[in-house]
């Protein structure tokens, strides 16, 4: 009878080895995404879906690269004043027609579009419409933004944000628009606290047939 004799040395190496390719085995499996439990891949899943559609929403809201307020500022005015204006232009950077229906800014007060027609200043009731590819422009006795009901002296050096919104509610933001100084003539603005301008909205019901007392536009 023939006896194999094995070394204690070749049995140690043996077993080393099977260990090792044991081991390895578990960690690829371990690493491997077909390991993932169902309540991961769930979880997973559903992170996703939340973050889309949280980008989604805010697309749909914010698109303030479709529209840019060139050399925007608002004209300074003293607190004895309760109404001044913004001005700039308004330049439509998408394929489509944008309509701003609204106007909001970190100024106290209310505001409002306004527009010429038939040679008379008004609210704009349609709000502004800024063409595809074009440009509105926002300037002093032709459209712009009213700000009214406002007690506060606004000087020149603050600075704005605007935020306007078109008629399919997406809004568009515009921080640091600068005050200034307007230029002699330019512009002049009424409203001063006991006089016979308007002051509010309500009061400038006749504006649709051309009563804009109180805001001359030079």
């Known amino acids: 009878m023939m006896i194999v004799r094995t070394s204690k040395r070749s049995i140690r190496t043996t077993h080393v080895a099977v260990a090792a390719i044991a081991s390895t085995s578990l960690l690829l499996a371990a690493c491997s995404p077909n390991n993932q439990s169902d309540s991961e891949k769930t979880m997973s899943d559903v992170s996703s ?118 008629k399919d509610g997406k809004s568009y933001e515009f921080k640091d628009v600068p005050v200034r100084v307007q230029q002699s003539g330019e512009e002049n603005y009424g409203g001063s606290e006991g006089s016979s301008a308007p002051t509010s909205s309500a009061s400038m019901g006749n504006m649709g047939q051309g009563d804009h007392a109180g805001h001359n536009h030079g």
Do not use: Q
């Open 49 to 166: 879906s939340v973050a889309s559609a949280t980008k989604a929403a805010g697309d749909e809201k914010r698109d303030d690269a479709a529209l840019s307020f060139k050399e925007a500022y608002v004209k300074a005015k003293p607190a004895d004043k309760d109404m001044t204006a913004a001005f700039g232009e308004l330049t439509n950077n998408s394929d489509s027609d944008i309509t701003i229906t609204k106007v909001e800014s970190t100024l106290a007060g209310h505001l409002e579009l306004h527009t010429v027609k038939d040679g008379e200043m008004m609210e704009a009731k349609d709000g502004f419409t800024i063409p595809a590819g074009g440009t509105l422009t926002l300037k002093p006795g032709h459209e712009h933004i009213m700000i009214m009901d406002n007690h506060d002296e606004i000087t020149a050096g603050d600075s704005v944000t605007f935020t306007l919104v078109d």
